[in-house]
């Protein structure tokens, strides 16, 4: 049987980062590469610093994360996101 989280590979997702507050506009589209129980893997157009809490809201879930690594990924961001919380 298929790992859930594996069911969200190049799923598209909405990242807010909550803390520290970057913006009080729109989410940032992201795409995630892949998925675990522990942790998201995000393809993103911005960088985001380590340490951020971020907010991931997809179709199924949303999840309250910190930013473990950011590093670039050709013109995009490799956003690595430890799960703290799923709702």
Do not use: N, W, Y
Not at 32 to 52: Q, T, W, Y
């Amino acid at each position: 049987m298929p790992d859930p989280g594996s069911q969200l590979d190049s799923a598209t997702a909405r990242v807010k980062v909550v803390d520290p507050l970057a913006t009080i506009g729109p989410s940032t589209p992201a795409r995630i590469l892949s998925s675990s129980d522990a942790a998201l893997s995000l393809e993103m157009h911005r960088e985001v610093l380590p340490g951020s809490m971020v907010h991931v809201r997809t179709r199924d879930r949303i999840v309250l994360g910190r930013v473990h690594r950011c590093v670039p990924l050709g013109t995009e961001f490799e956003v690595a996101v430890e799960i703290v919380e799923t709702f």
